[in-house]
């Protein structure tokens, strides 16, 4: 009996995390009430508040349940560029293809990165929301820049900056692009040519072994 009801208290608690995400998606999360999440959920305010003291405990819960997995692969792929690639800027290009494929494939994620990035202003109670994020992107550029510090040791890396410096634009480089993509619902000639910027971003970076 106890399995059973920790069973159904997740599944209600997933039910209201999905409502959510349908809310804000159509009215973005500052306009969106815990009203209009019970609704959307067919549940009572108590059975969300019994679940979520507040709307920054939903986004959070629906950021980590699309982001952590994510954030896990691309750390991953990156920590496996920075200890021991042999070609530590192809992983680099196949952690940013990669993340995009994810977008492609997953509407749960697509919808999350819509909601993070233009459906949320991060003011008052979402400081919070805010501040993790730029805690992940900092771990994210950090690796990114060991893959190029490895790369600079392989000889495969272009001596016109640094591997902080590359670190930085290829993050400022993808997270425009990620702006760019979710804008772009339509899925325009520029969503589709996302794959060959990053091919093309990398590929700048590459030492010219002919020069």
Request: charged share 30%; hydrophobic share 40%.
């Amino acid at each position: 009996m106890v399995r059973k009801t920790k069973e159904d208290a997740a599944i209600t608690r997933q039910r209201i995390i999905d409502a959510a995400r349908e809310v804000f998606l159509v009215r973005g999360v500052s306009r969106t009430s815990m009203e209009q999440i019970a609704a959307q959920a067919g549940l009572t305010r108590g059975a969300i508040y019994w679940h979520f003291d507040s709307k920054t405990e939903i986004l959070l819960a629906l950021r980590e349940r699309v982001f952590l997995p994510l954030i896990d692969r691309m750390d991953d792929t990156l920590l496996k560029a920075a200890e021991g690639a042999e070609d530590p800027l192809l992983n680099i290009e196949r952690f940013l293809t990669e993340t995009i494929q994810v977008l492609n494939d997953s509407s749960e994620t697509r919808q999350t990165y819509e909601i993070m990035m233009i459906k949320c202003e991060y003011v008052d109670e979402f400081a919070e929301v805010l501040q993790q994020i730029a805690n992940n992107c900092s771990n994210i550029s950090r690796n990114i820049e060991r893959a190029y510090q490895r790369a600079q040791e392989l000889d495969l890396l272009d001596t016109s900056c640094t591997p902080e410096e590359y670190a930085m634009d290829t993050y400022l480089f993808f997270s425009g692009l990620l702006h760019m993509w979710i804008k772009d619902p339509e899925g325009s000639e520029r969503r589709q040519q996302t794959t060959d910027f990053i091919r093309m971003h990398v590929k700048l970076r590459r030492k010219n072994k002919n020069a």
